[in-house]
């Protein structure tokens, strides 16, 4: 059974940064993606940035333009962990956060994270 389990929400104000983490276990998939969506109350989620891979070559990451030069996903593969560093943080980016990953028709979900960033 698939297991994303996130961490590392928090309250900061404007300008300031969070890192979310993404355990991740019980999966066999060689072709995935694997990132980071987000839901606002009254908006529906969408995705912040994802890693996709077909298991043959290095990925490729994807950003949403609003968080373009502010957010970097990144992996540690020992720890089948995936980060999220957030920059430079803005009141637009409240949101629960959470981590997801798609293989084929599979879809799993973690149980999201809150980041609230005060003005």
């Known amino acids: 059974q698939v297991q994303l389990v996130e961490s590392g929400g928090g309250s900061v104000q404007a300008g300031g940064s969070l890192r979310l983490s993404c355990a991740a276990s019980?999966?066999?998939?060689?072709?995935?993606?694997k990132g980071w969506f987000r839901q606002a109350p009254g908006k529906e989620r969408e995705v912040v940035a994802v890693?996709?891979?077909?298991?043959?070559?290095?990925?490729?990451?994807y950003y949403h333009a609003s968080v373009k030069g502010r957010f970097t996903i990144s992996q540690d593969n020992t720890k089948n962990t995936q980060y999220l560093q957030m920059n430079s943080l803005k009141p637009e980016d409240t949101a629960m956060y959470y981590c997801?990953?798609?293989?084929?028709?599979?879809?799993?979900w973690g149980q999201g994270t809150q980041v609230t960033v005060s003005s």
């Open positions: 997801g990953m798609t293989s084929g028709t599979m879809k799993h």
């Open positions: 019980g999966y066999t998939y060689s072709s995935f993606c």
């Open positions: 890693f996709c891979t077909n298991g043959t070559n290095d990925g490729r990451t």
